[in-house]
C-alpha cells in the first residue's frame, strides 16, 4: 500500500531518520533566510533633478534590499516534494507563532495580524502548486512555469493580505501602493530568476540524496 502511494504521488521517498534531518534543515533554511538580507541593484533613467545636481554613477541604478525567503521556500519545495515541504513551512510557521520569534519582524500569535503575514501563509499553496508543474517532469518548461505561477502566487496572496489588514486598519491608498512597489515590484523578478536557478540546481541535486530513489 505505502509503494502505492509513493508511486502515485511520484517521489519515491524513502521515509527514515534522514529524511527528518533534511526536513528539519529546510525548516531551519527558512528561518535563517529570513534574516538574511542584500542589495540589488536595477537600471533607471536619471531624473531631471540628477542633471542639475550632476550625473553620477549612482543617478543610473537604484536600490532595494532583497530577503531571499521565497527562493528559499521554491527551493525547499522542489528538493522536499508537496507533502515534506508543506511540514517544513508548517514547523516554520508553528515555530514562529508560539515559540521563536523567527519571522522578518518578530514571532508571537499577533504576528497574524502583520501586514506580510499573508506571503508566509502562501508558502503552503506555493509549493503546491509546483510540486504540481513538476510531477509532470523536470524539464526546462515545467520548472519554468511551475516556479512562475509559484511565486505569483505567493506575491499575489501577499499582497491581497496585506490590503486586507490595511482597510481593517484604516491605511490609505498611498500606504497600500507603496506597499506593492516596494514588496513586490521588482523582487518579482528577482525572486523568478533565483528560484528558477535553485529549482534547476535540485534537479541535479536530489538523486544524489540518500532519501531519494530517483527524481519526480
Known amino acids: 500500500m505505502k509503494k502505492r502511494i509513493l508511486k502515485k504521488n511520484n517521489e519515491n521517498i524513502r521515509f527514515s531518520l534522514g529524511t527528518l534531518v533534511l526536513v528539519l534543515f529546510c525548516t531551519f533554511l527558512l528561518m535563517i533566510s529570513t534574516f538574511v538580507v542584500f542589495d540589488v541593484y536595477y537600471p533607471v533613467i536619471p531624473s531631471a533633478q540628477d542633471g542639475v545636481n550632476g550625473l553620477s554613477p549612482a543617478s543610473f541604478f537604484k536600490t532595494f534590499a532583497i530577503i531571499p525567503q521565497v527562493p528559499a521556500v521554491i527551493f525547499v519545495g522542489a528538493l522536499l516534494g508537496r507533502r515534506l ?107 523568478y530568476i533565483l528560484s528558477f536557478a535553485l529549482v534547476y540546481f535540485t534537479k541535479l541535486l536530489r538523486p544524489l540524496l540518500w532519501c531519494y530513489k530517483k527524481p519526480y
Open 85 to 191: 515541504s508543506i511540514t517544513a513551512i508548517i514547523l516554520y510557521i508553528l515555530t514562529g507563532l508560539f515559540l521563536l520569534p523567527v519571522f522578518a519582524l518578530g514571532g508571537g500569535w499577533k504576528y497574524i495580524f502583520q501586514y506580510g503575514f499573508g506571503y508566509i501563509l502562501a508558502y503552503i499553496p506555493a509549493v503546491l502548486i509546483l510540486g504540481g508543474f513538476l510531477k509532470s517532469g523536470w524539464n526546462v518548461r515545467n520548472i519554468a512555469l511551475g516556479v512562475l505561477c509559484a511565486v505569483l502566487s505567493i506575491h499575489l496572496i501577499g499582497l491581497g493580505y496585506m490590503t486586507l489588514v490595511a482597510l481593517i486598519k484604516g491605511d490609505g491608498w498611498m500606504f497600500i501602493k507603496g506597499w506593492i512597489i516596494n514588496q513586490s515590484g521588482w523582487k518579482v523578478v528577482f525572486d
